[in-house]
């Protein structure tokens, strides 16, 4: 796909239609902003290098279900996007969600491993919890109402079944369920381990059959 423009800053190159200079250039803004803290949460040292890829030709984006705000997935070098400026989502959620899928870039490539099987829960968790999606749950009661209607839903749910082929996941509230799922081992955890933990392909598969479940009483005890 050829785009219009191409703009550098530092570590980050944003592809882009000339329609979207300047969201391009609000999000560059944004990212550097907002990259250290995500670099320094999954203690990423070494220099990265990331592409952003965007289109506002919904046509060029096939991957797109119909006419949305914005749809999105990463890449082996960063993110390719679909943005609707005249979509019902803001830009600060457009931006997040590019971070979205910036973060899954770089979990898998600078902390999880390329070549290790990708398991959808954590990465999906990681990814919302780290670009701010659900920033709006670190008010203790909100999210005290979040946990008790989606607890409702975790019977007999392994988070190691879910995935995106067969709809599985979305189909069975895995975005909040694996958001919840990190939040509980970045929380209850020191630093150093929870970055261990994240590494860890086994260990996550362990966590994947128990830590709903650990969830789940330590919510009712709390209840009680």
Do not use: P
């Not at 491993?113 to 009661?141: N, P």
Request: glycine share 6%; proline share 0%.
């Amino acid at each position: 796909m050829n785009f219009d423009l191409k703009i550098q800053n530092n570590e980050l190159t944003v592809l882009c239609s000339n329609s979207l200079e300047k969201f391009s250039n609000e999000f560059i803004k944004y990212y550097d902003e907002n990259i250290e803290r995500i670099k320094e949460e999954l203690s990423i040292n070494q220099e990265i290098k990331l592409i952003v890829a965007l289109t506002a030709e919904e046509e060029k984006a096939g991957f797109v279900y119909g006419k949305t705000s914005f749809s999105g997935f990463f890449t082996d070098t960063g993110t390719f996007a679909y943005i609707n400026l005249d979509g019902k989502k803001t830009k600060e959620d457009m931006f997040k969600g590019l971070m979205h899928e910036l973060i899954h870039h770089l979990y898998k490539y600078y902390v999880y491993g390329k070549d290790k099987e990708r398991i959808t829960w954590v990465d999906e968790g990681i990814a919302q919890y780290f670009s701010g999606q659900k920033d709006d749950m670190k008010d203790d009661e909100k999210y005290k109402l979040f946990l008790e209607e989606n607890l409702q839903s975790i019977d007999n749910i392994n988070l190691n079944e879910l995935n995106h082929n067969d709809r599985s996941f979305g189909d069975n509230n895995g975005y909040n369920l694996s958001y919840m799922a990190i939040r509980y081992l970045y929380e209850n955890n020191s630093h150093e381990e929870f970055i261990k933990i994240i590494k860890n392909q086994d260990l996550l598969k362990d966590y994947g059959n128990t830590v709903l479940n650990t969830i789940n009483e330590r919510y009712n005890s709390k209840s009680k």
